[in-house]
């Protein structure tokens, strides 16, 4: 269950059990990751909960908190569902391309299908900042370009306590 919250006509927040809320006091890993969750194709609140669990699960990683989940138009690729957003800080002892990587299958996991820029998906996970770094390589760029324009970021990191 979900408690909604509107912004806007075109903003929704969603409080649920698992987000908007500290998990790890304490952890051991190197890197702190902040990481973009979006999706707009199914149950994506759903999956958004599995996700955690599946984070959760990894000795890799320790989820140290989540955003609210904010509900929000496309850009883009405009014929499509509203997205499902929401942050995610973890630390992980996995360095930059790595952790892409892992992000990678993540997606795959959860059906995450390639077809065009912006089109609709299960899941889309982006790092946005690691661990204070500036990174500019062919396939990762840290932080992730234009995050303090899109509202599908920032309103969802600045509910963070």
């Known amino acids: ?16 059990l698992r987000f908007n809320s500290k998990i790890a006091q304490n952890s051991s890993k190197r890197y702190r990751t902040v990481v973009g ?27 140290v908190q989540s955003s609210y989940i904010l509900e929000n138009p496309p850009f883009g690729f405009l014929e499509q569902d509203y997205f499902f957003n929401a942050i995610i800080f973890l630390q992980v002892n996995m360095q930059a391309h790595r952790m892409l990587d892992y992000l990678l299958r993540l ?23 690691f661990d204070n770094r500036v990174i500019e390589t062919k396939n990762l760029v840290v932080p992730h370009p234009h995050w303090s324009k899109r509202e599908s970021v920032v309103i969802p990191l600045a509910s963070m306590k």
Not at 1 to 16: Q, S, V
Not at 38 to 63: A, I, M, S
């Open 1 to 16: 269950m979900y408690i909604k919250r509107k912004l806007r006509e075109d903003l929704t927040l969603y409080k649920g």
């Open 37 to 63: 969750v979006g999706g707009n194709v199914g149950d994506v609140k759903r999956r958004f909960e599995h996700l955690l669990v599946t984070l959760q699960r990894d000795v890799r990683v320790d989820v």
């Open 107 to 129: 997606e795959k996991k959860f059906a995450r299908k390639r077809s065009f820029s912006n089109s609709p998906r299960t899941l889309d996970l982006d790092i946005i900042f």
